[in-house]
């Protein structure tokens, strides 16, 4: 019986191992760091990837391992850190990671008019390089990259090969099937002959990865969202430091620095009319009522609550899947689904729940600060309760399936308060391993779809589920479900 793909697959990446270990590991030891070969034997992702670069063949396979991890032995890669890069590197801006392309994959700029050939700094711009490949390939493992080599603005003096030719083999050897394509932007006719010289590098398959754009064509590729304004786009970014650019949650910047955030700048009278809004969450009294109102042999006479919650309800979903992480559950699990312009309902939520003994901080951050509204975005939420997050666009903006939101979340494990400056010195101070992060995807839902859960169906589960999981049934049962994940 001949094998399937996956039995294949993982035939292969059994013998990659096996050989690796038998035949370099024991003579080359000493030029890998060992961490690199410890996560080999553990990361079918990593092993796939090299295979998949050579074509499966094993033999090729474990010569490109070996020259990648010999590779990041020499450059301390794992150990590669903001205190390894000179500052005025960092300040620069050269070389950063932000946004989306169209296809969704994570934009790597190349600000080429930033770089200056100099054999003093190279090894710096190097290390730079592999410092931000090396961080996003930790955070998201497999995903690949879109490059963007700027070149407006930049003359022969800026156009250094030995460093083209090194992130061209960080994604041939060191980073392999990470590289979507590299847009070439605005590139000056004097430069032609150089790049002839970057396609021999690339070899005729990558070389089709090659896209040559101007202001006009760029847009085929990066939506205007994601394009800052001298390429035709209206992203208000502005790459400053501190801090990094992280994986773009990071606040835009104005002329006068940074912009408020919704919460800081969010009027008295907003928050009261917010209390006020049919999106708050519903009091416990109507909790207890829907409780009760789940077993059959309780009366119906408070029909004035129930009417009351179900128009609360039938406003705003409440989402089902959740995220079990180690500080906080969250919910939804992995996409926020806001309902289309049609449907009339563009806003959404997010459940926290703290399943620690401690208050647990968090913050909400996202890929389009300029387009969204997240009210709370900084808070804290007590042992053993939640926090409803409503998460809605400004008027007239869209939801973009390239938006992303990120949570954090720390354990206050010494809580001298969980007010506006006691949380701002605690993220100040918080060590960056104590950080919990999780990341959502926004979905538009174009159509209602009606909803097959029902009391009947769950009748039978009642006894093993807790109050909230009851509520959370009972009350999606009577909603509609314009923003009900298909």
Not at 76 to 90: C, M, T
């Amino acid at each position: 019986m001949a094998e399937n793909p996956a039995q294949n697959k993982a035939k292969l990446i059994s013998e990659t191992r096996r050989r690796f270990e038998a035949e370099f590991v024991s003579d080359k030891s000493e030029k890998y760091d060992p961490r690199d070969v410890e996560r080999l034997q553990q990361d079918d992702t990593w092993v796939e990837s090299y295979l998949h670069w050579r074509h499966n063949v094993v033999d090729d396979t474990l010569k490109m391992i070996d020259e990648s991890f010999q590779w990041r032995k020499e450059f301390s890669v794992n150990d590669l850190n903001e205190s390894s890069i000179p500052r005025w590197l960092l300040e620069v801006g050269a070389i950063y990671l932000h946004g989306y392309d169209k296809e969704g994959n994570k934009l790597f700029w190349i600000r080429v008019k930033y770089h200056i050939k100099d054999q003093k700094t190279i090894m710096d711009k190097k290390k730079l390089t592999a410092f931000w490949l090396e961080r996003y390939a930790k955070r998201e493992n497999g995903k690949p990259v879109t490059v963007i080599f700027d070149l407006s603005e930049s003359g022969l003096n800026s156009m250094d090969l030995d460093f083209v030719r090194f992130i061209i083999n960080c994604f041939k050897v060191y980073y392999p099937k990470y590289l979507s394509k590299i847009v070439i932007f605005d590139m000056p006719w004097i430069m032609n002959a150089a790049f002839k010289i970057v396609k021999t590098w690339l070899g005729p398959e990558a070389v089709n990865l090659l896209k040559f754009t101007s202001k006009s064509e760029v847009q085929e590729y990066v939506s205007v969202e994601y394009l800052p304004p001298h390429m035709g786009g209206t992203d208000p970014f502005k790459y400053s430091y501190p801090p990094l650019v992280d994986d773009d949650f990071q606040t835009p910047l104005c002329e006068n620095g940074p912009v408020a955030s919704e919460d800081e700048s969010s009027s008295r009278e907003d928050v009261e009319s917010d209390g006020k809004e049919t999106l708050e969450t519903v009091s416990n009294e109507e909790h207890m009522a829907l409780l009760k109102k789940v077993n059959p042999t309780e009366s119906s006479s408070k029909a004035e609550e129930n009417e009351k919650v179900d128009s609360k309800m039938k406003a705003f979903k409440k989402p089902l899947s959740v995220f079990k992480g180690p500080l906080l559950h969250i919910s939804p699990a992995e996409e926020l689904y806001f309902g289309s312009t049609e449907s009339g309902e563009k806003k959404t939520l997010i459940v926290l729940t703290n399943v620690t003994k401690n208050v647990v901080a968090f913050k909400v951050r996202t890929t389009a600060p300029e387009k969204y509204r997240v009210k709370p975005s900084n808070s804290s939420c007590d042992p053993g309760a939640s926090v409803d997050i409503v998460v809605s666009p400004h008027g007239g903006l869209t939801v973009s399936a390239q938006d992303r939101f990120l949570i954090m979340a720390a354990e206050m494990e010494q809580s001298p308060g969980t007010g506006p400056a006691e949380l701002t010195q605690f993220w100040k101070e918080v060590p960056r391993n104590k950080v919990v992060e999780h990341r959502l995807t926004c979905h538009t839902v174009e159509t209602s779809k009606p909803n097959t859960l029902t009391l009947k169906d769950s009748a039978p589960n009642v006894s093993d589920k807790t109050s909230e999981d009851i509520y959370l049934q009972f009350a999606t049962s009577r909603c509609e479900m314009d923003c009900s994940p298909p």
